[in-house]
């Protein structure tokens, strides 16, 4: 049968689907795009906001009107919330953010009796990682790596952790396993990605830390770039960047949550920092990583969120000046404590603020980009559009090189000007560095 996968929301998302897109290749199934006409079509959904829930919900009748006869199939974090919901869009087979490979022995029955499904788990009492395969399907030029699930923070916004249940981790013998198998697979660059990384290890109590298993990987696929995903800026202290700043593999982009720059917003949004302790994980990713992109997120119109506080936040991503910023006007979760929060605001106020932060934000990224003008950066090319190759600098950064061909290849190129959503480079003949070889 030919399957097509449609993946909303975050990398371990992403992650999931390629390990799906895997157990169907070897089992004799073929994996199409979903624009054409296929068999059974799979939405791997996100709830982290109510407009991810209704791009869910766009995309599930877009796959039902695309062709009516074949089974479509739901899974994700929305599927775990809302299941009957998502029942009742039509769908053949409902699972949630769990149990992957059940989920596909159930998509193959529905293939063969035509009977619809709905099996959900209660997340919350979960207690073991979910071993998926890593990778994805050939052509591809980097990798996910989940290393952990959940999240037991319960910030006062979020619904996840009632969406993926308590923390869990992979363990560090099989995370270097498989990061060195994607390696000789022939990926280029690891993302190491979960729900919260920065509790890797957390539910074993005997001292494991992300920084243990960050070392691990590192040291074993020297010749392979890593990145990083969401980072809490708690985990970031001078021993953790001493340890990691010797590796030359790592890539030197660091996405440090932020949410909000004012500290009575934080502390309503239970968040465990405040803005000191952040603008020194900040000031320390900068010693130990000179030139290395800071990224974040940021919400905006907090429930009880005052223009005075608003204007807090915005002095503060001034002064951390970041890279680039994911910015979010506040949406709400039922089930979670901000949704019954006094003093929710109205759409004209969440849409003006994000205007504001988003012109900060725009102003910040410039200046980055532009500060990468004349210098000399490796690139990992990975496809062609409309005469450039493209790929991503080590920072992150979206390169345009005038030419074609080079996927999966990394080169060292000069940047030569801002471009698009990026910055536009030029063929350099300047030998890789130790750190870019690939």
Request: glycine content about 8%; overall charge positive; aromatic content about 8%.
């Amino acid at each position: 049968m030919k399957y097509a996968f449609y993946t909303l929301g975050c990398k371990v998302n992403q992650y999931e689907t390629q390990a799906m897109e895997q157990w169907l290749s070897a089992a004799g199934h073929t994996v199409g795009s979903f624009e054409e006409p296929c068999d059974c079509y799979i939405v791997n959904t996100c709830t982290v906001t109510a407009v991810a829930d209704k791009k869910n919900r766009n995309v599930i009748r877009r796959c039902r009107k695309l062709n009516p006869a074949a089974i479509l199939g739901v899974c994700g974090c929305y599927a775990q919330l809302k299941p009957e919901e998502v029942a009742g869009l039509g769908v053949d087979v409902v699972a949630g953010s769990a149990g992957r490979e059940d989920f596909l022995r159930m998509m193959d029955e529905a293939a063969r009796t035509r009977q619809k499904q709905v099996r959900v788990d209660n997340a919350l009492r979960r207690r073991s990682f979910e071993l998926l395969p890593a990778g994805g399907l050939l052509g591809r030029t980097r990798a996910m790596l989940k290393v952990q699930d959940g999240c037991c923070n319960f910030c006062s916004y979020c619904i996840i952790p009632f969406a993926r249940g308590p923390v869990r981790s992979l363990p560090l013998a099989d995370a270097v396993a498989q990061a060195t198998s994607l390696a000789q697979d022939g990926y280029r660059e690891i993302v190491i990605t979960g729900i919260e990384i920065a509790s890797w290890g957390a539910e074993w109590h005997d001292g494991s830390t992300l920084g243990n298993l960050l070392q691990a990987i590192l040291a074993a696929i020297p010749e392979t770039r890593v990145r990083l995903g969401s980072l809490e800026p708690r985990i970031i202290d001078e021993a953790l960047c001493r340890r990691l700043r010797g590796f030359a593999n790592l890539c030197p982009q660091f996405h440090l949550s932020l949410q909000s720059g004012c500290d009575t917003v934080l502390k309503r949004m239970n968040r465990r920092y405040d803005t000191a302790r952040y603008l020194e994980s900040v000031r320390l990713l900068r010693q130990y990583f000179p030139g290395c992109a800071i990224t974040t997120d940021l919400i905006v119109a907090f429930p009880g969120e005052t223009e005075a506080e608003f204007a807090k936040t915005l002095d503060f991503i001034r002064q951390c000046d970041f890279a680039a910023m994911h910015i979010f006007p506040y949406s709400r979760r039922p089930g979670t404590k901000a949704d019954t929060m006094p003093g929710q605001h109205g759409n004209a106020v969440k849409q003006a603020r994000a205007a504001q932060a988003g012109a900060v934000a725009d102003d910040m990224t410039r200046r980055y980009l532009q500060s990468l003008v004349g210098t000399t950066q490796p690139v990992l090319f990975e496809q062609d559009a409309d005469g450039y190759s493209t790929g991503h600098a080590p920072n992150a950064v979206r390169v345009y090189l005038p030419t074609g061909g080079l996927h999966n290849e990394i080169r060292p190129v000069r940047i030569t000007a801002l471009f698009r959503d990026g910055v536009l480079a030029e063929a350099t003949d300047l030998p890789l560095s130790p750190a870019a070889k690939p």
